[in-house]
């Protein structure tokens, strides 16, 4: 028997990842309780490492291996970069969030590393068995995340929420992949792909299959109508792990719609393209609108992040490289602008006040008007409004549908912008036009946070200005 | 002198704004009069060194931004834009004049978003490529919305969400339409540009054209304001600061009307020319109908924001009569049609440089009695002439120019656009000319019963005439108002050539 040795360099940051976090575990165990700050260094120095890991390989060509299972190519290496540094400052926010509310536990790092080696997975996955695990493997630690607070019953109900809802997803997600490879007899991606290509004629069972697997992506993305998990477990979420789950998740979950359509079924895009267009414009619409009805500030982030999967799905469904260059600017953009908006509602909290009502944000601009300026261009920015990095992220996916001759879903995504910018301008309007109501809040958070989240939010304003060299590195990705 | 330079005029206010907001309140009204001083300043070469003979962009400065999408740092002026350029750093030194005692909440942040806001207007008019021009439109629109939200009056939040998202839903299709255009240049991204002057050579078809100009029509419709997209105008006038008015009415409303010279007119001429007289029928509407309402206003400030609308219809009115009169085959010869159609949106351009001094004047009158007796309701006062003499002087000056006396600057712009529609139809001369005497009518009105009279009541008998801050302001304001009345030459002299080449671009269909 001919055993091919898998190139076990390309899997290096995963392995790495892998050893790391079962070390720290480990580790963790053996600290007694001042010493916590070990495991929180080590889980930062792992996300180095794997940072160093991937930077060291990235560049060279598109390698698949493990029989066909893992592939490394430039988009991977660029969407784990991104997340290594999203999952870093999540940690860095969360430090004494969960250190204040009594949760400072060595698994609340480990489960994210774990999250993040899922997410890793599905970046790089090649073969539908592999997206599947990696996809397990971040859910799972997610489910757990969202409970970590555990005698909070708001809590623990988003957690047993996410985890029915989760797994009918990834029952379907299965059962759409188990059709696909019923037809095709193959898990591997590419394989797939040039079957489909071959065989127009087993179309209608293949798209039977599609439209289950497209649910499953649908619930991961948070796309309407498989949405109704979302704000529940923003909002039931300790907010370290709402920053968690609001950032780094999209994009391993744009990756993922990436290996599974545009590698694996570009032959079926007329049908998940109209699937999708159904997807966007119900996302754009009740995403926006109900948004407006919110007044926790959490449950607003989750209804405006639907409405941003609403654009990032529209990227996707141009079907064309400039339509996935620019989802993925936007999926990126999102997740810089999402982590800078739920960092100031963790930056303006303390232990027994969560900040997380929207009059909670009245009167900032008097309290500290940096933090609200900052904010002020975050909220901007999610709205579309130049001269922030959110104006261009929605250029491109418009230009993108336009090209294609989609006017009217050019229109319509517009026109639901205008819708939501009312609620953006509304957090605006709390905190620079109203008078500061009730427990004003004293900033605790220490310096590390407030600077990471100045130029969180600064960031957002110079790439909105200089945006072409992210843009530029996107279109690297899909050379 | 100096260089014409258009990035420091962009630049430099703005900078001064974030200095202003690093130095804190203390020294920000000098700061800011500096910084206001030095942009005016730097403005005057555009002016001087401005060669009329030619329509072609000049000071003209381009850098690549944005490789991918060929967006370029790309700026310059011709004829339409210098004059307003200018206009808006003139008027922002009033401003900052205008708000030296008054403002007393944040002022080092009020003076700042107004530098901004001053840079980032003067980049609207000189941004020749369409992204970035979509970039300053709506980054223009974050300064404004927070001076009438935070210093604005009892309903500010209602007047400035209503302003924002108006100004918002009008510009999100104008992206859409650019965007088809950017498309439209070229078959790869190499090929395409987002360029304004390229713009303007696209072939397009009729369809296209329509569609195009109904999207640019609802941008600029809403900023200019016409019938029926105006009414977040009274709103916003009323709440905002005298400041935020004076901006508002002297140069946001004046964007409205370079879009449609920048953008409709030259990129979609066939479709201006079928739909002209939807834009003339709107524009009579704001003129006589809109005259009425201003009529039988209670508040001063919203009186003021009415008779803008109906002055705002002269230049919508100016510039699309143009059409009216190509299609007019009683006017024998080109050469006839072409002047007539010149004298009409050369009307416009002095309607919109004077409505700039008049409505700024006026407002800033109303911010005058209002910070004496904080309130703005004509029925409040009576009399004040007896007592303010000099600021009445003033006030009955800008008044007379507001109903377009001759002498005055109002007259001036109104009389050519009138003169030119009586080319194109004598009903629509008939209409517009109403406003001689119905705008006549609701100002003077209200200046008789705010001025004269008896003192109407112990507060008005308490008032102080106007300090030497506001008499200068005032006085500056009124040189402006009768210079340009009496020789608006220097106005009309910069004009000619751009307007004889946009002239001669839309006579011809594109197709």
Avoid at chain 1, 311 to 320: E, Y
Wanted: net charge neutral; proline share 3%.
């Amino acid at each position: 028997m001919n055993i091919v040795m898998p190139n076990f360099a390309s899997v290096l940051p995963e392995m790495f990842v892998l050893g790391m976090a079962c070390a720290i575990l480990v580790i963790d165990a053996l600290l007694s309780g001042r010493r916590k700050v070990i495991t929180y260094s080590l889980s930062q120095l792992t996300l180095l490492g794997a940072l160093i890991l991937t930077v060291m390989h990235s560049g060279e060509k598109e390698v698949v291996t493990f029989g066909g299972t893992f592939v490394r190519d430039t988009m991977g290496d660029f969407l784990k970069v991104f997340i290594y540094v999203i999952t870093a400052v999540v940690f860095l926010y969360s430090r004494d969030y969960i250190k204040s509310r009594g949760i400072d536990k060595g698994e609340y790092y480990v489960l994210g590393l774990f999250g993040m080696l899922g997410m890793m997975i599905m970046v790089s996955a090649h073969s539908l068995l592999t997206i599947y695990l990696g996809l397990e493997l971040l859910s799972l630690s997610l489910y757990a995340l969202v409970a970590f607070q555990r005698d909070n019953a708001v809590a623990s109900e988003a957690a047993m929420k996410y985890f029915v809802l989760g797994a009918i997803a990834s029952g379907m997600l299965l059962y759409g992949m188990s059709m696909l490879y019923g037809v095709t007899h193959s898990l591997d991606i590419g394989k797939i792909a040039s079957y489909i290509a071959s065989h127009q004629e087993q179309q209608m069972i293949l798209a039977f299959g599609l439209v289950f697997v497209v649910v499953g992506l649908a619930f991961k993305l948070g796309a309407v109508p498989f949405h109704m998990w979302l704000p529940d477990v923003y909002h039931g979420a300790p907010t370290s792990v709402t920053l968690y789950i609001g950032t780094a998740p999209k994009i391993a979950a744009f990756a993922m719609a990436i290996r599974l359509l545009v590698d694996g079924m570009q032959g079926l895009a007329a049908e998940w393209q109209a699937m999708f267009m159904v997807l966007a414009t119900l996302s754009l619409a009740i995403g926006n609108i109900v948004a407006i009805a919110q007044t926790n500030m959490k449950r607003m982030l989750a209804y405006s992040t639907i409405s941003h999967v609403g654009f990032l799905v529209l990227g996707i469904l141009a079907g064309t490289r400039e339509g996935y260059v620019a989802s993925m600017f936007y999926t990126i953009t999102y997740a810089i602008m999402a982590l800078g908006a739920f960092g100031i509602i963790l930056l303006l909290s303390r232990k027994g006040f969560e900040s997380d009502q929207l009059d909670d944000f009245k009167g900032l601009a008097d309290r500290s008007p940096w933090i609200a300026f900052l904010m002020l261009l975050i909220m901007f920015s999610m709205a579309g409004v130049p001269p922030t990095v959110g104006f261009y992220a929605k250029l491109m996916v418009l230009q993108t549908v336009i090209d294609v001759d989609m006017l009217w879903i050019a229109i319509v995504a517009v026109l639901f912008s205008v819708v939501g910018a009312f609620y953006y301008l509304r957090v605006v309007k709390l905190m620079y036009f109203d008078k500061p109501s009730g427990s004003g809040s004293l900033i605790e958070a220490g310096i590390d946070t407030r600077v990471i989240v100045s130029s969180n939010a600064i960031l957002v304003l110079l790439l909105g200005l200089f945006p072409g060299g992210l843009i530029a590195l996107c279109r690297l990705a899909f050379a | 002198m100096f260089e014409a330079n258009l990035s420091l005029t962009i630049w430099i206010p703005v900078i001064g704004g974030l200095l202003i907001l690093i130095a804190g309140d203390k020294w920000s009204r000098q700061l800011a009069l500096l910084f206001s001083v030095a942009t005016f300043v730097i403005s005057i070469p555009l002016w001087t060194q401005f060669d009329s003979g030619t329509a072609a962009m000049q000071f003209v400065e381009k850098r690549p931004w944005v490789d991918t999408f060929n967006i370029y740092y790309h700026l310059g002026v011709d004829g339409f834009s210098m004059p307003l350029i200018v206009l808006t750093t003139f008027m922002t030194v009033i401003v900052v004049i205008s708000a030296w005692e008054v403002i007393k909440k944040r002022p080092a942040q009020y003076m700042a978003a107004f530098l901004i806001m001053e840079g980032i207007m003067v980049g609207v008019f000189s941004a020749l490529d369409a992204v970035l021009f979509y970039i300053f439109w709506e980054a223009m629109l974050i300064p404004m919305f927070l001076i009438i939200g935070i210093w604005g009056g009892p309903n500010r939040v209602y007047a400035t969400i209503k302003f924002f998202l108006y100004t918002f839903l009008g510009s999100v299709l104008m992206l859409v339409a650019l965007i088809y255009l950017y498309l439209k240049t070229g078959d790869t991204a190499a090929a395409r540009s987002f360029s304004i002057l390229d713009f303007h050579k696209l072939p397009l078809t009729l369809t296209e054209q329509i569609y195009i100009f109904l999207a640019f029509l609802l941008a600029f419709a809403v900023k200019v304001p016409m019938w029926p997209v105006h009414t977040w105008l009274p709103d916003a006038h009323v709440e905002a600061p005298t400041g935020g008015s004076v901006i508002l009415a002297a140069i946001m409303l004046k964007i409205g009307g370079y879009g449609f010279l920048r953008f409709s007119l030259p990129i979609t001429p066939d479709a201006s020319r079928e739909l002209d007289w939807l834009i003339i029928l709107l524009s009579l509407v704001a003129v006589v109908y809109i005259g009425l309402v201003a009529l039988v206003q209670k508040d001063m400030k919203k009186l003021i924001a009415y008779s803008s609308i109906a002055h705002m219809g002269f230049v919508t009115l100016g510039l699309f009569i143009a059409f009216a009169i190509f299609s007019n085959p009683e006017i024998a010869g080109q050469s006839a049609r072409f002047k007539t159609a010149a004298l009409g949106i050369e009307g416009a351009m002095v309607q919109m440089i004077s409505h700039g001094f008049i409505s700024g004047a006026m407002f800033l009158c109303v911010g005058v009695l209002y910070d004496r007796l904080h309130t703005r309701e004509i029925s409040a006062y009576g009399g004040v002439a007896n007592v303010m003499p000099k600021f009445a002087m003033f006030m009955v000056l800008f008044a007379m120019a507001n109903a377009g006396l001759p002498g005055t600057s109002g007259f001036v712009g109104e009389f050519m656009v009138i003169i030119s529609s009586f080319s194109a139809n004598i009903w629509y001369a008939f209409l517009a000319a109403t406003t001689l005497v119905i705008g006549a009518a609701y100002t003077l009105w209200m200046v008789r019963r705010v001025l004269y009279g008896e003192v109407a009541n112990d507060n008005v008998a308490t008032l102080k005439d106007i300090g030497t801050r506001e008499y200068f302001m005032l006085a500056l304001l009124a040189i402006a108002v009768l210079l340009v009345g009496v020789w608006p030459a220097p106005i009309t002299e910069v004009l000619h050539s751009s307007v004889n080449n946009l002239l001669q671009h839309i006579a011809v269909p594109k197709y």
